[in-house]
Antibody, heavy 122, light 110 residues
């Protein structure tokens, strides 16, 4: 069974960085792209970007370019998402999700990690 | 502002059917690009319910169905049950290897 397990909740000060991990099991992490999606309190889902765990290639939503970095460590089947220069409005639950399907423009996300709450507070 | 527009809320009584729409521009939904639907209960991670507009993954009840007409994709839940009360999001490929979510719809079972 495919699972994505994320790291625990974080509390950070404004201006700091946070790195969230997403450990894959039940499949070979290099076989599927990993996406990151965030959800601010009471708000909807916001797509952030993806990483190709095989090559390390990434693509970010324009909003997140320059301050979000996605990486991976294939030796431990784990993807990472780091947000730098945290602001109060970065407070959100961050999810990882596996991209599934045969053609990228037709693909979908399944499963999702359980989510990691990042709270930015002074 | 999302490029995919969903109603903010819908409601229905147990046993009834409800339909949630997801309207995009001709770039999303209206073209050959696919739409997937996700269910999210409070405090939980989203769960895939429909992909490729109308395909249901194994384990998803057949009460859930998807369709597309023009620039609008729809999720229909028939035989509404209390546990269907949740938020529902549509999602589509948005070009240049990016994806976009609809704003979400809160389903209330009366």
């Amino acid at each position: 069974q495919v699972h994505l397990v994320q790291s625990g909740a974080e509390v950070k000060k404004p201006g700091a960085s946070v790195k969230v991990s997403c450990k894959a099991s039940g499949y070979t992490i290099t076989a599927s792209y990993i996406h990151w999606v965030r959800q601010a309190p009471g708000q909807g889902l916001e797509w952030m970007g993806w990483i190709n765990p095989n090559s390390g290639g990434t693509n970010y939503a324009q909003k997140f370019q320059g301050w979000v970095t996605m990486t991976r460590d294939t030796s431990i089947s784990t993807a990472y998402m780091e947000v730098s220069r945290l602001r109060y409005d970065d407070t959100a639950v961050y999810y990882c999700a596996r991209e599934v399907g045969g053609n990228r423009d037709l693909n979908w996300f399944d499963p999702w990690g359980q989510g990691t709450l990042v709270t930015v507070s002074s | 502002q999302s490029a995919l527009t969903q109603p903010r809320s819908v409601s229905g009584s147990p046993g009834q059917s409800v339909t949630i729409s997801c309207t995009g521009t001709s770039s999303y939904v209206g073209g050959y690009k696919s739409v997937s639907w996700y269910q999210q209960h409070p405090g939980k991670a989203p769960k895939l319910m429909i992909h490729d507009f109308s395909k249901r993954p194994s384990g998803v009840p057949d009460r859930f169905s998807g369709s597309k007409s023009g620039n609008t994709a729809s999720l229909t839940i028939s035989g509404l049950q209390a546990e269907d009360e949740a938020d529902y999001y549509c999602c589509s490929y948005a070009g240049n290897y990016t994806w976009v979510f609809g704003g979400g719809t809160k389903l209330t079972v009366l």
